[in-house]
């Protein structure tokens, strides 16, 4: 079973398999009662998911796949690659409903590159 270190204290509890639709994960620590999921270290998780010939909903499915990766691991967001064109303006429509839903912080523009997008999962 995978595990989840507390950055605060150390200890380790068993991890929770969750999808978007469980963002944030509701896991605190036993010995100092951190909320487990809401941790992060700093980094920002980087992926490219529109320069290898994909479909607008195979691009909308690599999205869902780095966010989840960014909650699984102690990210404080991702930096997304969407290019300039119908990807770029999905994932900026899905990350609007993902802000509504709590799923997301906030999202901008990787300024001066259009073609990137910033995401902040955690403060």
């Not at 429509?93 to 910033?118: C, K, M, T, W």
């Amino acid at each position: 079973m995978a595990e989840r270190r507390c950055l605060n204290c150390g200890m380790v509890a068993n991890a929770l398999r969750f999808d978007l639709d469980q963002v944030p994960p509701r896991l605190r620590c036993t010995k100092c009662d951190e909320a487990l999921y809401q941790q992060q270290d700093g980094r920002l998780l980087t992926r490219d998911i529109a320069h290898g010939r994909e479909t607008v909903a195979r691009a909308r499915e690599k999205l869902d796949e780095l966010l989840l990766d960014g909650w699984r691991g102690y990210y404080r967001g991702v930096r997304i690659v969407v290019g300039g064109g119908l990807i770029r303006e999905e994932v900026l429509g899905q990350l609007r409903y993902y802000r509504e839903r709590g799923v997301v912080r906030s999202y901008r523009e990787d300024s001066p590159n259009r073609g990137a997008i910033v995401v902040t999962l955690r403060d």
